[in-house]
T-cell receptor, first 114, second 113 residues
Framework: AAGVIQSPRHLIKEKRETATLKCYPI?????VYWYQQGPGQDPQFLIS???????DKGSIPDRFSAQQFSDYHSELNMSSLELGDSALYFC?????????????FGQGTRLTVV | AQSVTQLGSHVSVSEGALVLLRCNYS??????LFWYVQYPNQGLQLLLK??????LVKGINGFEAEFKKSETSFHLTKPSAHMSDAAEYFC???????????FGTGTRLKVLA
């Protein structure tokens, strides 16, 4: 079965650079979520989109932005990267905003800022 | 608002022993509850979920959990631990009208030979 695809799997950037993370949800899923997981931490909710509109917002820095496109894939754009942005970034998708169902997670993008 | 509390950041059990990982939740709407497992450098894999209906839910790999509304709990159990169960386990909550899953801080399960 198709799963959530994230690219790239690994990314190394220097401080103050920008990064773009991509997420391709499971076909027919209309809701996408972004999470940030620091070393030894639980996943922290960043932002979600339902039917291409922002549906909820968590602890996402102003330096980050995201959107969901017409084909339902999503991109997380990160600017002015800081060392503290080094983390595993997960994308998840679900149907109808998680009503009565679970979120399926991708394998994550490991971002290292040096 | 919703939140999840997982008691015990580290749990060690002997192989073959009972596994009990605790999760308590807080939710202003009827909760949907989940347990996910994460292996090192991997994504989150769903073990089981409670949305509506039967309060005792069975998941993959012999795990099960019981939703107890009166105790606001959703503890994860497995009768007999296997070495392959060693991983990080996260309890999560969402609910109708919300568009995010809130995770607990995780419990790292260690299985001793």
């Amino acid at each position: 079965a198709a799963g959530v695809i994230q690219s790239p799997r690994h990314l190394i950037k220097e401080k103050r650079e920008t990064a773009t993370l991509k997420c391709y949800p499971i076909p027919r899923h209309d809701t996408v979520y972004w999470y940030q997981q620091g070393p030894g931490q639980d996943p922290q909710f960043l932002i979600s989109f339902y039917e291409k509109m922002q549906s909820d917002k968590g602890s996402i820095p102003d330096r980050f932005s995201a959107q969901q496109f017409s084909d339902y894939h999503s991109e997380l754009n990160m600017s002015s990267l800081e060392l503290g942005d080094s983390a595993l970034y997960f994308c998840a998708s679900s149907l109808e905003g998680g009503m009565n169902t679970e979120a399926f997670f991708g394998q994550g993008t490991r971002l290292t800022v040096v | 608002a919703q939140s999840v509390t997982q008691l015990g950041s580290h749990v060690s059990v002997s192989e073959g022993a009972l596994v009990l990982l605790r999760c308590n939740y807080s939710s202003s709407v009827p909760p949907y509850l989940f347990w996910y497992v994460q292996y090192p450098n991997q994504g989150l894999q769903l073990l089981l979920k409670y949305t509506t209906g039967a309060t005792l839910v069975k998941g993959i790999n012999g795990f099960e959990a019981e939703f107890k509304k009166s105790e606001t709990s959703f503890h994860l159990t497995k009768p007999s631990a296997h070495m392959s169960d060693a991983a990080e386990y996260f309890c999560a909550v969402t609910g109708s009208g919300t568009y995010k899953y809130i995770f607990g801080t995780g419990t790292r399960l260690k299985v001793l030979a």
